[in-house]
């Protein structure tokens, strides 16, 4: 306890840890407990992308390559002083972050995804973490009563943020096997407005869903967007897993922000296609909005006012950085990012058929038992009893630490309040596996997962 109060501020209050902090805190001392029991540690649970394709060495030989080819290129005459990008890359930047960047990566990302991306309409941001805080921070300035539209489960980053502001409710829409309950969506909607509130935008992660653990179909993107213009809302699309796809090319289904952009609050990270560490995101929106003196304005000078309040001035260096990747080995500007992704997708995919695989071998005989999703992208699988009895609440997942040295996360926190209230069981038969990380590489990362699978199917037998 402190022993003075420096301040009195009761409007302020602490929030509530989320699910995946909590877990990372409570793991040294389950570990420890697994350890001395002799268990091994099976890793099932941390979304951080894999060691074997986040080594930066390889990324920074090929930076160092391309700053020397721009440096040869923007300043021929003379090689021996400092060239003009190194400058720039350690002074104060526009909150827009240099311009070439954001034709190289609109050019790429238009083309892979099939619609036209202008680069005046990008801004960048402190990951896709960045971009939600950015858009929520917008329609939070002004006071008033807002409704967060959002899934059930959803992910738990949007669910602390969301919940940061006094004026914020979240309205969640429970999912089935193809994305958000359509007549649910549209009774949350009424529901909001009924009560006076602001309904910005739906939040959503359309592609490997965390923690979903699928990705919506095509029919009900087209549906979602059929509400979304009826209603006049945004979609705020969160696309972490785009390239971390296992689906055929001509299967991929299309994001939102390739079928309406004009309706969609893209965002983009660097973080699992590239690398967490620099936080490098962009956010892409078209849409405009009516603001209060009945002007219709690009929402993008409203998000970039709100940028400059908070970021101001991001890393050149590192958006510079992003570039390099924007280029192939010989310098050329790439044509598209999937050919960056390949290392990723390959050990992912691999990863994936070995979960699938396992749960398949060691479960699949009991399928009134048990099921799981099959994610066409991205790192999860969301596993279910269905005998409700069995309760994945913080005791069985600490069981399933502390005995079999497995680690998974618990499902129940990632479903917002109402969706709780709604069904006070709620998660509670669920469990997220993830396929990303594991401590080991190559033939003894896939030993590892098997084993780690194999580990589940025996816990889980066990009960
Ligand atoms: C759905 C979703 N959104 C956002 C993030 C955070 O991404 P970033 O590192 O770009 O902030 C993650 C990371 O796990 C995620 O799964």
Redesign the pocket.
Known sequence: MYKTKSLVASSLKKEPVSVTRKMAAALPELRRLAAGKGLKIHHLGA??PHPEVTDPSGFLIHKTQYFKHLDAKLSPQDPDSTPERLRESYAYTDTLGPVSVRKHFARIYGADWGFSMQPENLIPT???????NLVCSLFERPGIEIAYLTDAPT?A??IARAQLANQTTIYSVDMDSEGPIIEQLISQIKSARSQGKLVPFYYT?PDG??PGGFSFSQKRRQEILEVMDTYGILILE?A??VYISYAEETERPKPFVALEPSRTIH?F????IGF?GP???FLYTEACAEISDKEVVPLRDLLLTESSSDILFHNPEALYAFESMLHDENMKPRQSLWSVAKQKQTVYSENREIIMEGLSSGLGKFPERYSWTVPQA??FTVFRFHNTSIKTNDDFVRWLVSEHGIVVIPMFDFYPKDAKSRNPQAGLSELRLSFCFTESFGDNRRRDLSEAISAFCDAVLSI
């Open positions: 979304g951080y402190i990951g896709a973490s960045g971009g939600i992910y980053g949007f992660i869903h965390n969160d972490p897993y965002l990270t660097g973080s699992k967490p936080r490098i995101g991205g790192f």
